[in-house]
């Protein structure tokens, strides 16, 4: 399906004719030897850098790629957004690598007890553990061994670009600042994968008990999940919802005048620092109370996660 005329001209190409575009060598070179370009590369100089040796052949494969991947400009050729993309996937290592670290003990708190956390990352995703604790909540879907019991902080997903040359620790504050990042567009209707449109729901405990750490029904410290889900691709994201309040602009605000960095706190854990209390389980309405040093917020939210009431309460000298 091509309907290139040499200049702007784009095809569209349904997921069988990308892998068989994209299945060939030569073709990723061509890709490859574009992303590294600064600007458009003629015919002779991009033969040349990909240090193929049958120009006939590289003709062939280049015309593969001209029209969806690559588009052909002025006397040259540059990635277009599509061949981008697949550089950006590749590169991410979501498609081709698989790291795992084994949990590790770290210098980093846990957020309810103080005790070290262990921090280790597999399936694309950074495990946290406290090994003094009963966590955030308990799971099993972890391939380690200490994850059958409890102790579980929860699983932040995070490319395996982001593995490479960090310690455990840096790649647990990595994480931690990449999934307020997810957050902060998901809560905002945006999908951080494809961008388009996203659904919310919110799922109350009906017998919900944490007086012990967790609760033995639902397994979580927090009574309320909230999940968002695109309606395109197959993002999903499920937290408590004082994690999630973390990306409204008010809570954004409180936490900076209190000096906490709402993106990538280094000692401030929604679940720690908020109390939940639920009003009404359908339709859905909770108050969550944030604590920093002696101020409060308290901010109420319906089932749509939307935020209906908020109030601050200053116990220290305000600033001018
Ligand atoms: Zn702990
Ligand atoms: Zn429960
Ligand atoms: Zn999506």
């Given at each position: 399906?091509?309907?290139?005329?040499?200049?702007?001209?784009?095809?569209?190409?349904s997921?069988?004719?990308?892998?068989?575009?994209?299945?060939?060598?030569?073709?990723?070179?061509?890709?490859?030897?574009?992303?590294?370009?600064?600007g458009?590369?003629g015919?002779?100089?991009?033969?040349?850098?990909?240090?193929?040796?049958?120009?006939?052949?590289f003709?062939?494969h280049?015309?593969?790629?001209?029209?969806?991947?690559?588009?052909?400009?002025?006397?040259?050729?540059?990635?277009?957004?599509?061949?981008?993309?697949?550089?950006?996937?590749?590169?991410?290592?979501?498609?081709?690598?698989?790291?795992?670290?084994?949990?590790?003990r770290?210098?980093?708190?846990c957020?309810?007890?103080?005790?070290?956390?262990?921090?280790?990352?597999?399936?694309?995703?950074v495990?946290?553990?406290?090994?003094?604790?009963?966590g955030?909540?308990?799971?099993?879907?972890?391939?380690?061994?200490?994850?059958?019991?409890?102790?579980?902080?929860?699983?932040?997903p995070?490319?395996?670009?982001?593995?490479?040359?960090?310690?455990?620790?840096?790649?647990?504050?990595?994480?931690?600042?990449w999934?307020?990042?997810?957050?902060?567009?998901?809560?905002?209707?945006?999908?951080?994968?494809?961008?388009?449109?996203?659904?919310?729901?919110?799922?109350?405990?009906?017998?919900?008990?944490?007086?012990?750490?967790?609760?033995?029904?639902?397994?979580?410290?927090?009574?309320?999940?909230?999940?968002?889900?695109?309606?395109?691709?197959t993002?999903?994201?499920?937290?408590?919802?004082?994690?999630?309040?973390?990306?409204?602009?008010e809570?954004?605000?409180?936490?900076?005048?209190?000096?906490v960095?709402?993106?990538?706190?280094?000692?401030?854990?929604?679940?720690?620092?908020?109390?939940?209390?639920?009003?009404?389980?359908?339709?859905?309405?909770?108050?969550?109370m944030?604590?920093?040093?002696?101020d409060?917020?308290?901010?109420?939210?319906?089932?749509?996660?939307?935020?209906?009431?908020?109030?601050?309460?200053e116990?220290?000298?305000?600033?001018?």
């Amino acid at each position: 399906m091509t309907t290139d005329t040499g200049t702007e001209a784009h095809t569209v190409l349904s997921p069988e004719e990308v892998f068989a575009v994209l299945g060939d060598q030569a073709r990723f070179e061509i890709l490859q030897a574009l992303g590294k370009a600064d600007g458009q590369v003629g015919y002779s100089d991009l033969f040349e850098r990909i240090e193929y040796d049958d120009r006939s052949n590289f003709s062939y494969h280049l015309d593969k790629l001209v029209g969806h991947f690559v588009a052909k400009v002025g006397g040259g050729y540059a990635l277009r957004r599509p061949g981008e993309r697949v550089l950006e996937a590749i590169h991410s290592g979501a498609v081709t690598t698989d790291p795992v670290r084994e949990l590790t003990r770290t210098d980093r708190p846990c957020p309810f007890c103080s005790a070290p956390i262990e921090v280790g990352y597999e399936q694309e995703r950074v495990a946290m553990h406290c090994p003094e604790c009963q966590g955030l909540f308990r799971g099993e879907d972890f391939e380690d061994d200490r994850f059958t019991e409890t102790g579980n902080l929860g699983f932040r997903p995070l490319p395996p670009a982001a593995v490479d040359g960090r310690t455990v620790g840096e790649i647990h504050d990595v994480s931690k600042a990449w999934t307020a990042l997810t957050m902060h567009a998901a809560s905002r209707g945006i999908c951080p994968r494809c961008s388009g449109r996203v659904d919310y729901s919110v799922v109350v405990c009906d017998s919900h008990d944490a007086s012990g750490g967790t609760c033995d029904t639902c397994g979580n410290r927090f009574e309320a999940k909230a999940s968002v889900t695109c309606t395109n691709c197959t993002f999903d994201i499920r937290s408590g919802v004082a994690g999630y309040l973390l990306t409204r602009p008010e809570v954004m605000a409180f936490l900076i005048d209190n000096g906490v960095d709402p993106i990538a706190a280094e000692d401030f854990h929604p679940y720690a620092a908020a109390k939940e209390t639920i009003l009404s389980d359908s339709p859905f309405e909770a108050r969550y109370m944030f604590t920093v040093d002696e101020d409060t917020l308290t901010v109420t939210v319906d089932d749509d996660l939307s935020v209906v009431d908020i109030t601050r309460e200053e116990t220290t000298e305000g600033s001018c």
